[in-house]
């Protein structure tokens, strides 16, 4: 009996032995591979240049996608006409392009991707939702870089440097300079105004140039802020700068355009 219990035994210990191996073993293979596609999903993403998915891109009947950088970081806002507005959240790479982890209309997370699908077409794909309204997988095809008119000019009706108006309707004693309407387009802003360009101690002025309609160029490189007295200037979007400036005009507060390259590197709306 004895002799038998311990046969039990080993024969126990054997199939312990084995099962554990083979768990071990399958275990291995699974982290293996999950190793080997985190390996993939990296080197894809690596391979994927941000810098060359900066500027605008339309879809005339779907939406608007404009991604743009701050230095070191990346921005990018989508428009989905008659449905969504999105310009907060992490942008990143993606397998083949851009990934947007953003927040939806309903406060939830979403995450979108933006990829280019041939030579000039792009597709924006729902990869991640929990809103009812925009379902996993959707797609809007054929969104196209809007970048015609940069491309005809390159450089902005004033030459390069820095210039200065106010936002008010008249002329002012402390101010000649005046600016009655500001409008942002997808590669420029076009700016009803008189400026003085003034050098780079920001007093000294160095030229005047009257009242006229001014086209600027901007990129996705441009930057658009607010600020004044001794506090950190707020820099916005392009979009959140046009609302602000439309609130801002006729107050007199001080509209600063610095263009460089023929393209405008920063506007500021000054106090």
Same mark, same amino acid.
């Given at each position: 009996?004895?002799?038998?219990?311990?046969?039990?035994?080993?024969?126990?210990?054997?199939?312990?032995?084995?099962?554990?191996?083979?768990?071990?073993?399958?275990?291995?293979?699974?982290?293996?591979?999950?190793?080997?596609?985190?390996?993939?999903?990296?080197?894809?993403?690596?391979?994927?240049?941000?810098?060359?998915?900066?500027?605008?891109?339309?879809?005339?009947?779907?939406?608007?996608?404009?991604?743009?950088?701050?230095?070191?970081?990346?921005?990018?806002?989508?428009?989905?006409?008659?449905? #969504?507005?999105?310009?907060?959240?992490?942008?990143?790479? =993606? $397998? +083949?392009? *851009?990934?947007?982890?953003? /927040? %939806?209309?309903?406060?939830?997370?979403?995450?979108?991707?933006?990829?280019?699908?041939?030579?000039?077409?792009?597709?924006?794909?729902?990869?991640?939702?929990?809103?009812?309204?925009?379902?996993?997988?959707?797609?809007?095809?054929?969104?196209?870089?809007?970048?015609?008119?940069?491309?005809?000019?390159?450089?902005?009706?004033?030459?390069?440097?820095?210039?200065?108006?106010?936002?008010?309707?008249?002329?002012?004693?402390?101010?000649?300079?005046?600016?009655?309407?500001?409008?942002?387009?997808?590669?420029?802003?076009?700016?009803?105004?008189?400026?003085?360009?003034? #050098?780079?101690?920001?007093?000294?002025?160095?030229?005047? =140039? $009257? +009242?006229? *309609?001014?086209?600027?160029? /901007? %990129?996705?490189?441009?930057?658009?802020?607010?600020?004044?007295?001794?506090?950190?200037?707020?820099?916005?979007?392009?979009?959140?700068?046009?609302?602000?400036?439309?609130?801002?005009?006729?107050?007199?507060?001080?509209?600063?355009?610095?263009?460089?390259?023929?393209?405008?590197?920063?506007?500021?709306?000054?106090?």
């Amino acid at each position: 009996m004895k002799k038998l219990l311990v046969v039990l035994c080993a024969l126990a210990l054997t199939a312990t032995a084995c099962g554990n191996k083979e768990e071990a073993v399958n275990n291995a293979e699974a982290t293996t591979q999950k190793a080997e596609e985190n390996k993939t999903t990296e080197k894809a993403e690596s391979a994927i240049n941000l810098d060359e998915y900066i500027g605008d891109y339309v879809n005339e009947e779907t939406g608007e996608v404009t991604i743009s950088k701050d230095g070191d970081s990346y921005a990018m806002s989508v428009t989905i006409y008659g449905l #969504a507005n999105m310009d907060e959240g992490q942008v990143m790479p =993606f $397998e +083949n392009g *851009v990934a947007f982890y953003t /927040i %939806d209309p309903s406060g939830s997370p979403m995450t979108l991707s933006f990829s280019k699908t041939d030579d000039e077409a792009y597709t924006l794909k729902v990869e991640s939702s929990s809103w009812a309204d925009l379902e996993n997988g959707t797609e809007y095809e054929g969104f196209r870089k809007d970048n015609a008119d940069v491309a005809v000019q390159g450089t902005s009706d004033l030459e390069d440097g820095v210039y200065y108006t106010t936002l008010s309707n008249e002329p002012a004693e402390y101010a000649k300079e005046y600016a009655t309407s500001f409008m942002l387009e997808s590669d420029h802003v076009a700016v009803d105004a008189s400026f003085s360009k003034i #050098a780079d101690d920001g007093f000294t002025k160095l030229d005047n =140039f $009257e +009242n006229n *309609v001014y086209n600027i160029a /901007i %990129d996705g490189n441009t930057k658009f802020l607010a600020g004044g007295g001794e506090g950190e200037p707020q820099y916005m979007s392009a979009t959140e700068f046009n609302d602000y400036i439309e609130q801002c005009m006729g107050s007199g507060l001080g509209l600063n355009i610095i263009i460089k390259n023929g393209v405008a590197e920063e506007i500021g709306i000054w106090s």
